[in-house]
């Protein structure tokens, strides 16, 4: 969002990165959206049930996440098409945000490349979820984020049958796919006389990779029933980490196999600090020890990593 067309803003000498940009960034990505979220569901669900004709068509608990992010907003009206500009124009980076599509369990990217590719006179595309409409910049995060029950489900106002959408962790938790199949497609479209490159793929995890065992103890009836959605939710972590891992060693075996193609280099940041949570309202605590896992020596030994590679390009 703070990426201009002259990239992004440095110092007046352009050669280091503005400090109050980045500081503002972090600001604004440590404000909670929670108590918007209880409003709309106190409010507007809560009242749509009993006497839906009181309440607008698009008043909701998502809404209102929505308006709480757009505050914290250098352009709160941004959109995908605005940002495919710059894309075009070379000084933005790509984007994309990854969504489950409810009725089919398939996924769809809301991108500002060409992630869905699909005939334009086609009526079958399960990727054209929105019939081609623009999308603002807030909505297509939100929608990535719809943590089941937590957010609502959502699908497109449009004049045909739409689907609805939820939280894109459900079918590639940590975008690493998206991420290699935008590589492999940039490295398919380059000339074979191209020169060869170097790529830095930065992964940022949010749960450690190996979480350590719980004592022995009689578990409760009541284990019973939570049981199933705690597997279900480790799930969701654990075995999407080790497709990525058998994805990138594909990936990177393909591209050795080519010749010609980009060597890969991998920066792994991870937070390891089991105390601290990722949850809707993050407390002084919790923003205290998310601060403190950057400094843990595996993360210090990314960021050299990072730095490393940076300085020879």
Same mark, same amino acid.
């Given at each position: 969002?703070?990426?201009?067309?002259?990239?992004?803003?440095?110092?007046?000498?352009? /050669?280091?990165?503005?400090?109050?940009?980045?500081?503002?960034?972090?600001?604004?990505?440590?404000?909670?959206?929670?108590?918007?979220?209880?409003?709309?569901?106190?409010?507007?669900?809560?009242?749509?049930?009993?006497? =839906?004709?009181?309440?607008?068509?698009?008043?909701?608990?998502?809404?209102?996440?929505?308006?709480?992010?757009?505050?914290?907003?250098?352009?709160?009206?941004? $959109?995908?098409?605005?940002? %495919?500009?710059?894309?075009?124009?070379?000084?933005? *980076?790509?984007?994309?945000?990854?969504?489950?599509?409810?009725?089919?369990?398939?996924?769809?990217?809301?991108?500002?490349?060409?992630?869905?590719?699909?005939?334009?006179?086609?009526?079958?595309?399960?990727?054209?979820?929105? /019939?081609?409409?623009?999308?603002?910049?807030?909505?297509?995060? %939100?929608?990535?984020?719809?943590?089941?029950?937590?957010?609502?489900?959502?699908?497109?106002?449009?004049?045909? =049958?739409?689907?609805?959408?939820?939280?894109?962790?459900?079918?590639?938790?940590?975008?690493?796919?998206?991420?290699?199949?935008?590589?492999?497609?940039?490295?398919?479209?380059?000339?074979?006389?191209?020169?060869?490159?170097?790529?830095?793929?930065?992964?940022?995890?949010?749960?450690?990779?190996?979480?350590?065992?719980? *004592?022995?103890?009689?578990?409760?009836?009541?284990?019973?029933?939570?049981?199933?959605?705690?597997?279900?939710?480790?799930?969701?972590?654990?075995?999407?980490?080790?497709?990525?891992?058998?994805?990138? $060693?594909?990936?990177?075996?393909?591209?050795?196999? $080519?010749?010609?193609?980009?060597?890969?280099?991998?920066?792994?940041?991870?937070?390891?600090?089991?105390?601290?949570?990722?949850?809707?309202?993050?407390?002084?605590?919790?923003?205290?020890?998310?601060?403190?896992?950057?400094?843990?020596?595996?993360?210090?030994?990314?960021?050299?990593?990072?730095?490393?590679?940076?300085?020879?390009?």
């Amino acid at each position: 969002e703070a990426y201009e067309p002259g990239g992004f803003p440095t110092t007046g000498n352009g /050669q280091k990165v503005d400090d109050r940009t980045l500081a503002r960034i972090r600001e604004a990505s440590w404000q909670p959206s929670d108590s918007e979220n209880a409003w709309g569901l106190v409010y507007p669900d809560l009242t749509r049930t009993f006497a =839906p004709l009181f309440v607008p068509r698009l008043l909701d608990r998502g809404w209102a996440m929505q308006q709480a992010w757009k505050r914290h907003m250098r352009v709160p009206d941004a $959109s995908l098409n605005g940002w %495919r500009q710059g894309v075009a124009a070379g000084w933005r *980076p790509s984007t994309a945000f990854g969504v489950t599509v409810v009725e089919t369990g398939g996924r769809h990217l809301f991108a500002t490349y060409d992630a869905n590719p699909c005939a334009a006179s086609s009526a079958e595309c399960p990727d054209d979820v929105t /019939q081609r409409y623009d999308v603002p910049i807030v909505t297509a995060a %939100r929608l990535a984020a719809t943590f089941p029950i937590v957010a609502p489900v959502a699908r497109a106002q449009v004049d045909a =049958p739409a689907y609805h959408l939820s939280d894109g962790g459900i079918w590639d938790n940590f975008g690493l796919t998206a991420a290699l199949e935008w590589l492999n497609r940039a490295t398919l479209a380059s000339p074979p006389d191209a020169p060869r490159r170097e790529v830095l793929l930065i992964e940022i995890r949010s749960s450690p990779t190996e979480r350590p065992l719980p *004592p022995e103890e009689e578990r409760a009836w009541a284990y019973e029933l939570i049981g199933p959605l705690q597997a279900m939710n480790g799930v969701r972590s654990n075995a999407q980490r080790v497709r990525n891992e058998f994805e990138i $060693s594909l990936l990177a075996d393909s591209w050795a196999a $080519s010749g010609n193609a980009p060597a890969l280099t991998r920066a792994v940041f991870e937070l390891s600090d089991p105390q601290a949570k990722l949850a809707w309202h993050i407390g002084r605590r919790d923003l205290q020890r998310i601060k403190d896992a950057w400094l843990l020596e595996k993360n210090k030994a990314a960021l050299e990593k990072v730095q490393a590679f940076l300085s020879v390009q």
